[in-house]
């Protein structure tokens, strides 16, 4: 698995706790984008990043977060891309980089390092991650 934003999605437009639900009345749309052909089409990244170590380095993300809000209404983009595992041979399992754009600012990206904890807490680590990067930029 090379991005998990679909628990984003689904964490801010259909559960969101309380200190969310604001964002709910707000929340323009959301790109899932597995493949690098969903990346390119969706997001308007270049074939160069994409395959650019898998897709999977800040660059991406923080093309990803700055081509959603292009392409949308927002006001606020976030993207997310790694590893949650297993990993192949020669990518580190746990790695994962976000990105928050925001319209007239400069983008924020974060590199983290869950290590191989599994698939699911390296995705509930990240979303954690997500959501305060979108509680600082609100």
Known sequence: MRCHSGKLHRRIAGFAPHR??????????????????????????????????????????????????KRSNADIALSVTGFAGPAGPDDEEGLVFMACARREQLTRVLERHYGAIGR??????ALKTLLDMLDQAL
Request: charged share 35%; glycine share 8%; hydrophobic share 40%.
């Open 120 to 125: 699911g807490p390296v995705r509930i680590e």
């Open 20 to 69: 969310h639900r604001r964002l709910r009345a707000r929340f323009d749309r959301g790109f899932v984008t597995y493949s690098g052909e969903a990346k390119k089409e969706l997001l308007g990244l270049s074939a160069d990043k994409v395959e650019e170590n898998e897709a999977v380095n800040a660059d991406v993300a923080r093309a990803m977060a700055e081509g959603a809000l």
